[in-house]
């Protein structure tokens, strides 16, 4: 069965620019979300999109939008990058039973601003 | 909402225990930890729902203290394989919004 794919793997962008990073659950996983790694806030949650529908947001700015396909593929975009977006984006799938759902991650995408 | 663990770091002797903490100052529904070694995807490693019930990893346990909001992941018997950091993921509603705590990294040596 394969895991949580996401592609890019590596990114280099510059300023102002924008970005567009994408993500295929694990088959039957309806549930997506994404989330920032950077070494010192640790894991931010960004947002979670259940059948199209985004159902959680962080606290992050309106620069940092989502969306989930009919297929539950994600992709996730950042507008106007600035240099404190570098990080590591890691998308989990998830079956969400309801119950206790655990997530499974991706293997992420390196973001570099310049 | 972000939990705070506890030690930040430690390193262990192969064969030697650990416990890592994990304390949220919200009502949490369940607790996940992960396990993340460098430059690969946090692995999933056990889930601890309210009420007890506990799903994951036959050689890792660990613990959730409702009342406290307090969970404790404890490692037995270290190998060198357990190096990595160690996440603890809190969910306040039950649903997929986790917040993670800053980890706790992990180092056995020979």
């Known amino acids: 069965k394969a895991g949580v794919t996401q592609t890019p793997r590596y990114l280099i962008k510059t300023r102002g620019q924008q970005v567009t990073l994408s993500c295929s659950p694990i088959?039957?996983?309806?549930?997506v979300s994404w989330y920032q790694q950077t070494p010192g806030q640790g894991l931010q949650f960004l947002f979670e999109?259940?059948?199209?529908?985004?159902?959680n947001k962080g606290n992050f700015p309106g620069r940092f939008s989502g969306r989930q396909f009919s297929n539950s593929r994600s992709e996730m975009n950042v507008s106007t990058l600035e240099l404190g977006d570098s990080a590591l984006y890691l998308c989990?799938?998830?079956?969400?039973?309801?119950?206790?759902?655990?997530?499974?991650f991706g293997e992420g995408s390196w973001l570099t601003v310049v | 909402q972000q939990p705070v663990q506890s030690p930040q770091a430690v390193i262990l002797r192969e064969g030697e225990d650990a416990v890592i903490n994990c304390s949220s100052s919200?009502?949490?529904?369940?607790v996940h930890w992960y396990r993340q070694k460098h430059g690969e995807a946090p692995v999933f490693l056990m889930i601890?729902?309210?009420?007890?019930e506990q799903k994951g990893h036959d050689k890792i346990s660990a613990s959730f203290n409702e009342k406290k909001q307090q969970s404790s992941l404890y490692l037995t018997a270290s190998q060198l394989s357990y190096s990595g950091t160690y996440f603890c993921?809190?969910?306040?509603?039950?649903?997929?919004?986790?917040?993670f705590g800053t980890g706790t990294s992990l180092t056995v040596i020979p």
């Open positions: 989990a799938s998830s079956l969400d039973t309801g119950n206790g759902n655990t997530i499974y």
């Open positions: 088959s039957g996983h309806r549930s």
């Open positions: 999109y259940f059948s199209e529908t985004q159902r």
């Open positions: 919200k009502a949490l529904y369940s």
């Open positions: 601890l729902l309210k009420g007890g």
């Open positions: 993921g809190t969910d306040p509603n039950t649903g997929n919004q986790f917040y």
